[in-house]
């Protein structure tokens, strides 16, 4: 996909990272929402209630499936069962686009149970490319992938995160789903500026936001989708919006979960910054 064909795709709005907590709300306040992003593994082999509940989003939400355990950074290639219940999703609703992470969750035929960093270096990238090729052809479907919190940077990077970011998505020919909470997240613990990264990414290749509050623990942030989001990230995301016009943008809210007005509040706020950001572009929202 060239950039072109990226921003060629159609805008979604602003919306929420579905959770069931979630649903009598969102059906009772449609207007909080314009689209779901779900998680494509709570769809994996459905349950009759999971398949009613899907059944449900998809006739009344655009939904989006956001993928967490493809793997697409392990160098063994990737799992058979796993690509192909990601597929099954993905034919099922139907999307726009749907997503992934920069990120390996399995190596040596070991679940870490969590999105781990990939080495910065052109071998992981050519590994990306070649996982990539092979989701592409079970999934036909414009793929973006989403930038992780990390805890640790390998000791033979090759290149910085921006870099980095760059070249995988050339190299892929996918888009970026921009975690803006994430971006934060990295500055403070790695102590670097958030704005000259954001400066040095192809934004050009921006699809899709997200963005949440975390907490801090030990005195590092932890991107636990658990608090309201802070200031610095809404100041972070007016600049991404100012800089970039995103298809879309999802408030992921997993845990902690308050009163369905303060995510109804954010999700007015976000919208108020990309209606901004698409008028400002001279595009009717």
């Known amino acids: 996909m060239s950039s072109a064909v990226l921003q060629g795709l159609p805008s979604l709005g602003v919306g929420l990272g579905f959770r069931s907590p979630f649903r009598a709300d969102l059906f009772a306040q449609p207007e909080t929402c314009d689209f779901l992003e779900i998680t494509a593994e709570h769809y994996f082999e459905p349950s009759s209630a999971k398949r009613d509940e899907l059944d449900l989003l998809k006739s009344r939400y655009p939904l989006i499936p956001h993928g ?14 796993t690509l192909t219940r990601l597929a099954e999703v993905v034919e099922d609703v139907r999307p726009l686009w749907w997503s992934e992470h920069v990120a390996f969750t399995q190596a040596g035929g070991v679940e870490a149970g969590h999105l781990l960093p990939v080495p910065r270096t052109r071998t992981a990238i ?16 414009p793929l973006i992938l989403e930038n992780i919190t990390y805890e640790l940077t390998w000791p033979h990077d090759e290149l910085d995160e921006a870099a980095f970011l760059g070249e995988l998505l050339d190299r892929t020919d996918c888009g970026l789903l921009l975690d803006v909470t994430n971006l934060f997240t990295n500055s403070i613990n790695h102590r670097f500026d958030p704005l000259n990264l954001l400066e040095r990414l192809p934004l050009d290749r921006v699809v899709q936001l997200h963005f949440v509050g975390g907490h801090e623990e030990n005195g590092r942030l932890i991107d636990s989708h658990s608090r309201a989001t802070p200031e610095p990230v809404w100041q972070l995301l007016e600049a991404v919006c100012r800089a970039t016009i995103p298809k879309g943008i999802i408030l992921e809210r997993d845990e902690n979960l308050p009163p369905f007005q303060e995510l109804a509040d954010e999700l007015a706020r976000a919208r108020r910054l990309w209606k901004s950001s698409v008028t400002v572009a001279g595009v009717v929202p």
Not at 68 to 81: P, T
Not at 129 to 134: G, M, P, S
């Open 126 to 141: 050519k590994v990306f490319v070649e996982n990539v090729k092979r989701a592409r052809d079970a999934i036909p479907v």
């Open 68 to 81: 967490l355990s493809l793997s697409l950074g392990s160098a063994e290639g990737l799992d058979q069962w």
